[in-house]
């Protein structure tokens, strides 16, 4: 089975508050790419990945993988406005042979290789899965001048969590799909935030994989220090 890596890195940290690629910031002593992109080593996947750079900062990017990865070899492609465009764009640039493509954001330094695998694994068995953790916090939904307006039940509620891996067929169609709704940025209906939910949407079956708490989205400035402190925590042990 051939499996490569798409790694969605076009974003711009605005939520950081960061002066240019939030994938670039550096964390622990290196770029946050760099440490995302190590989690895959131990399964054989640098190798084959494409990683999606915001537009203007390709350069910056190249120079980034080739310092830290002088043996490897990458694909970059171009991102676009929203995720889905981005992954759209790195779905394209697949080599033509792939079967299985494993999508993880760059802004989660932190996946455990277990949980790679057993996503690649589920994704083998069932097409599609997704990894995620059962929610401990209670979720509340609002409406629109912010005063409580449900609260779901809690045990039915996952928090979604990447790498989210897949038959590239499968993937391939619904992002066609979500085009055609008008799911893109370009579209009246929001943009997915992730990969999964396309592939759902489209009626086909999304395999749950557990994932771990560790496996944090680098977005806020908070974020940047736990999973600075997280990161630092592994490379002394
Ligand atoms: O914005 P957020 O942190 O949810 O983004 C998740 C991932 O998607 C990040 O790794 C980010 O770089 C990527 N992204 C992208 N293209 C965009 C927006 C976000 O590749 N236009």
């Given at each position: 089975?051939?499996?490569q890596?798409?790694?969605?890195?076009?974003g711009m940290?605005?939520?950081?508050?960061?002066?240019?690629?939030?994938?670039?910031?550096?964390v622990?002593?290196?770029?946050?790419?760099?440490w995302?992109?190590?989690?895959f080593?131990?399964?054989g996947l640098?190798?084959?990945?494409?990683?999606?750079f915001?537009s203007?900062?390709?350069?910056?990017?190249a120079?980034?993988?080739?310092e830290a990865?002088?043996?490897r070899r990458?694909r970059?492609?171009?991102?676009g406005p929203?995720?889905?465009?981005?992954?759209a764009?790195g779905?394209a640039?697949?080599d033509p042979d792939t079967?299985?493509?494993v999508i993880?954001?760059?802004?989660?330094?932190?996946a455990a290789t277990?949980s790679?695998?057993a996503?690649?694994e589920?994704a083998?068995?069932y097409g599609a899965?997704?990894?995620?953790?059962p929610c401990v916090?209670?979720i509340?939904e609002?409406d629109?001048?912010?005063?409580?307006a449900?609260?779901?039940?809690r045990?039915?509620l996952?928090a979604?969590?990447?790498?989210?891996t897949?038959?590239?067929?499968l993937?391939?169609?619904a992002?066609?799909?979500?085009?055609q709704?008008g799911?893109?940025a370009?579209g009246?209906?929001p943009?997915?935030?992730d990969?999964?939910?396309?592939v759902?949407?489209m009626?086909e079956?999304?395999k749950?994989?557990?994932?771990?708490r560790?496996?944090?989205?680098?977005t806020?400035p908070?974020?940047?220090?736990?999973?600075?402190?997280?990161l630092r925590?592994?490379?002394s042990?």
């Amino acid at each position: 089975v051939k499996t490569q890596l798409l790694i969605p890195a076009a974003g711009m940290g605005e939520r950081l508050g960061c002066d240019g690629p939030k994938a670039l910031v550096h964390v622990a002593g290196k770029a946050m790419l760099v440490w995302t992109l190590a989690r895959f080593e131990p399964l054989g996947l640098v190798d084959g990945a494409v990683i999606v750079f915001p537009s203007p900062h390709e350069d910056r990017f190249a120079a980034a993988l080739d310092e830290a990865f002088p043996e490897r070899r990458f694909r970059l492609a171009p991102g676009g406005p929203a995720r889905q465009d981005s992954v759209a764009n790195g779905l394209a640039a697949l080599d033509p042979d792939t079967d299985v493509v494993v999508i993880h954001d760059a802004a989660r330094p932190l996946a455990a290789t277990s949980s790679i695998r057993a996503s690649i694994e589920a994704a083998v068995a069932y097409g599609a899965s997704t990894v995620a953790v059962p929610c401990v916090d209670t979720i509340l939904e609002s409406d629109a001048d912010e005063w409580l307006a449900g609260t779901p039940d809690r045990g039915k509620l996952w928090a979604c969590q990447t790498p989210q891996t897949f038959r590239v067929d499968l993937i391939r169609q619904a992002h066609e799909r979500a085009a055609q709704d008008g799911t893109d940025a370009g579209g009246d209906v929001p943009s997915a935030t992730d990969d999964a939910t396309l592939v759902q949407r489209m009626g086909e079956r999304v395999k749950l994989v557990m994932g771990t708490r560790h496996n944090l989205k680098v977005t806020t400035p908070a974020d940047l220090e736990w999973a600075e402190w997280l990161l630092r925590g592994e490379e002394s042990a």
